[in-house]
């Protein structure tokens, strides 16, 4: 026997002699594994400028081309409203919904250089990898949604702090919702190309028929019937009731619901009952999320 095989005879006896087992390598903690996996969200988002600053480049170009081009002949609104006020928070969700359901592009690329397959067969609860998915993906749409409230002064538009800080909380619940849609289609795809293809199949119609350029209650029987079905309104409709509630409130009671609130069968919902529908949306994307990661292979 050499000196170095007593010493661990000699070190693993006294282990058994102490009663002192030898340590177990078990699964991951779960909240360690959402924060790794959301803090490598985050950096891999910050570390990418062309895709920081594209981000901005539409919605501001909408909210300029429309709001100056088109904002007199698309809109009469009511009071003092002026179009620009009443695309902007159209605008803040846009680009919530652009950064939400984009993020999912992370599952496929994942995939694509074998990182996926990785976390996959590592001793980690895949509920926390979808957790952390989300939740990375749903920062940076805050931090994107963030960034349009600050250049709101240079862009014309009055908008209070306080206004901000109630809009915060609804902005991260819409994150959640949309993020959990981006990893459900992630996580069933194979190639970028395809997630693109799929992802602006899916944005392009719930963005345009949700109330983000127009307002919903006043449109053809046929458009109505998309723009109710489609979750994308009741996240629209409270922000934009949130962001103009100064404004609306010197309105007329009933001139309000015209250009904000969603209506069903002459009933008009409450910005707590959007919310509500909102949550239910984010919770059942969020499961469908994680059951689509569990049986990902």
């Known amino acids: 026997m050499t000196v170095d095989q007593a010493t661990v005879a000699t070190e693993t006896g006294a282990r058994v002699a102490t009663g002192r087992a030898r340590p177990e390598t078990g699964r991951a903690n779960f909240?360690?594994?959402v924060r790794v996996i959301w803090m490598r969200e985050v950096l891999i988002y910050v570390r990418d400028r062309p895709r920081m600053i594209s981000a901005f480049i539409?919605?501001?170009?909408?909210?300029?081309?429309f709001g100056e081009g088109l904002g007199n002949s698309i809109a009469?609104?009511?009071g003092d409203i002026g179009y620009r006020q009443f695309i902007f928070p159209g605008m803040v969700a846009m680009i919530v919904?652009?950064?939400s359901?984009?993020?999912?592009?992370?599952?496929?690329?994942?995939?694509?250089?074998?990182?996926?397959?990785e976390i996959l067969v590592a001793p980690v609860s895949r509920s926390a990898?979808?957790?952390?998915k989300i939740a990375g993906g749903a920062t940076i749409a805050l931090v994107n949604g963030l960034v349009m409230?600050?250049?709101a002064p240079i862009l014309g538009i009055d908008i209070s702090l306080e206004i901000v800080g109630k809009l915060i909380p609804l902005i991260i619940l819409v994150s959640i919702m949309l993020t959990g849609l981006g990893v459900a289609m992630g996580s069933r795809l194979r190639s970028v190309e395809s997630f693109q293809m799929i992802s602006q199949v899916a944005i392009f119609p719930a963005m345009f028929l949700s109330g983000i350029f127009f307002p919903i209650n006043n449109i053809p029987a046929w458009m109505d019937v998309i723009v109710k079905i489609n979750p994308v309104t009741y996240a629209v409709a409270p922000i934009r009731e949130i962001a103009l509630s100064e404004q609306l409130s010197a309105l007329p009671a009933d001139a309000p619901f015209q250009i904000t609130h969603v209506d069903w069968f002459g009933y008009t919902l409450s910005t707590?009952?959007?919310?509500g529908i909102v949550f239910v949306f984010a919770v059942a994307m969020l499961t469908i999320s994680i059951r689509a990661i569990r049986t990902t292979e």
């Open 129 to 132: 990898i979808c957790i952390g």
């Open 149 to 151: 409230f600050v250049m």
């Open 97 to 99: 919904l652009m950064n």
């Open 101 to 117: 359901v984009f993020s999912g592009v992370s599952i496929v690329t994942d995939r694509q250089f074998g990182f996926l397959r």
């Open 31 to 33: 909240l360690q594994v």
């Open 76 to 78: 009469t609104l009511p």
């Open 58 to 65: 539409m919605p501001i170009m909408m909210l300029v081309m």
């Open 272 to 275: 707590w009952e959007e919310i």
